[in-house]
């Protein structure tokens, strides 16, 4: 267990006790599975009081999630024997390692202190001065240790330094640079090292939309721009102030803008109704829909909280409510055919890292193959429930060939023709990479259920 009493600073507290939740640190007994991200961080933020040091947690949390990696690779190389390092310690010495060279503001004396008082309480007086030692060391290698010449010459092979200097597993590494390339891999990587985007999408049934668009897009520069979505790098505050003000008055939602250039690439206004939005989640594409004047909509979901959330932010936005339901996408309750069936498949995730860092360090190959054969069942239904002549659009937030190029093939083998497919492009605008296409189905030919 990571140490976590009332000596240590609030910020601190809150960031190593989120990380607990969020990444527990193994014990004799194994692990255990961790909660969502920003979950456990909001459940740690409410015993701090200070809105610096609710800043601060989020950024320590965040940041050293993206960069958990890089900044482990680095703290073991100090240890004589890191093999023998107690976990719990070797997490409180990348924490602070991932202040000392990323966080420029505050001072290095502030992390040692709170880093070796937290050691020394949970671990002991011996082991705080090895971490203390292992601190200065890389407190003095300054810039090197933001540098990828020293996770270069530390590594044992080129997978291990891509593995650490961009921070990701080294059997995704392993797994990207098969399945699409060095070149793309290294696009990849970067990608999910990066800070996502604050995405908006303005509520296009609102009389002022346009004017809003415009008017937000005038307060600072948006890295992405496409009616109705938005995307800026940062929000200072007057356009966070604007931002809560229209999301209160129902004039827009929070989505990635990575969600509306997919949909626009598959022609979302265009589809045919009614529409079934088979894994709705929280409602953000059902609303998208309705905003655009898909009237006749049907969303589902196999979680009530979702679902509710769907419903509220319907009220919230004054749209007319889809029909909402619980089911499993996999076997439709539905009676009526719909024309067009939006399957956003549950996915290892592995497009949005940026967003959320934790995804990559709660993954593993077996789970791709999982959601592969769960992504095959849900098709099979799509395929079975949809009439001839009716569109089925399937997408994924994730860069595997099991979860996107073969699902585009078994989709082709049910007497389906493909009649767009957006291919993501690594190093884009909006910094998250969304994977999907519209297939139309063909003739009677009866579907055969999938394999694996």
């Not at 971490?131 to 010459?153: K, W």
């Not at 959330?309 to 909402?324: F, M, Q, S, W």
């Not at 339901?325 to 399957?343: M, S």
Request: aromatic fraction near 6%; proline fraction near 8%; hydrophobic fraction near 40%.
């Amino acid at each position: 267990m990571t140490p976590q009493g009332s000596g240590l600073p609030p910020a601190r507290a809150a960031a190593l006790g989120a990380l607990e939740k969020i990444l527990p640190v193994p014990t004799k007994s194994g692990g255990k599975s961790g909660q969502d991200l920003q979950a456990a961080l909001d459940q740690a933020l409410r015993s701090v009081s200070d809105p610096r040091d609710k800043a601060l947690a989020t950024e320590i949390t965040y940041g050293f999630l993206r960069l958990k990696g890089r900044m482990e690779h680095l703290a073991a190389a100090h240890f004589s024997k890191p093999e023998k390092t107690p976990p719990g310690l070797l997490r409180i010495v990348a924490v602070a390692a991932y202040e000392l060279v990323h966080l420029d503001s505050v001072p290095p004396h502030a992390t040692l202190s709170w880093a070796v008082d937290a050691v020394k309480s949970g671990f002991g007086q011996t082991q705080a001065g090895v971490a203390n030692a292992v601190l200065r060391r890389i407190q003095a290698l300054g810039a090197d240790a933001a540098s990828p010449a020293f996770y270069e010459a530390s590594a044992r092979s080129h997978e291990q330094f891509l593995s650490a200097w961009h921070s990701c597993p080294r059997w995704l590494v392993s797994l990207w640079l098969q399945q699409y390339g060095e070149q793309t891999t290294l696009a990849l990587l970067q990608a999910q090292l990066q800070k996502p985007l604050t995405g908006v999408r303005i509520n296009a049934l609102h009389p002022g939309a346009r004017d809003l668009f415009d008017t937000l897009s005038g307060l600072t520069f948006p890295l992405y721009s496409s009616f109705p979505w938005l995307g800026f790098g940062t929000a200072g505050s007057p356009l966070t102030a604007r931002l809560v003000q229209a999301e209160q008055n129902g004039l827009l939602s929070r989505q990635s803008p990575a969600v509306g250039a997919l949909l626009s690439q598959l022609g979302y206004t265009a589809w045919p109704g009614p529409i079934w939005d088979a894994c709705a989640g929280r409602g953000g594409k059902s609303a998208a829909l309705i905003e655009h004047g898909h009237a006749t909509l049907f969303s589902s979901d196999t979680s009530k909280r979702r679902l509710r959330g769907l419903i509220i932010e319907a009220r919230r936005l004054r749209l007319p409510p889809p029909l909402a339901f619980l089911a499993d996408a996999a076997r439709p309750p539905l009676r009526k055919r719909p024309a067009t069936i939006l399957i956003d498949a549950p996915c290892s995730g592995l497009g949005v890292l940026a967003r959320r860092p934790d995804a990559k360090w709660k993954r593993s190959p077996t789970d791709i193959t999982t959601l592969a054969a769960l992504q095959k069942r849900i098709i099979q239904a799509a395929a079975q429930l949809l009439p001839p002549g009716g569109l089925l659009i399937y997408m994924t937030c994730t860069m595997t060939h099991e979860e996107n190029d073969q699902q585009a093939s078994f989709i082709e083998s049910l007497d389906f023709t493909t009649e767009k497919l957006a291919q993501p492009a690594p190093g884009g605008d909006t910094r998250e990479l969304f994977w999907g296409g519209v297939w139309r189905k063909q003739g009677l030919r009866p579907c055969t259920p999938p394999k694996g």
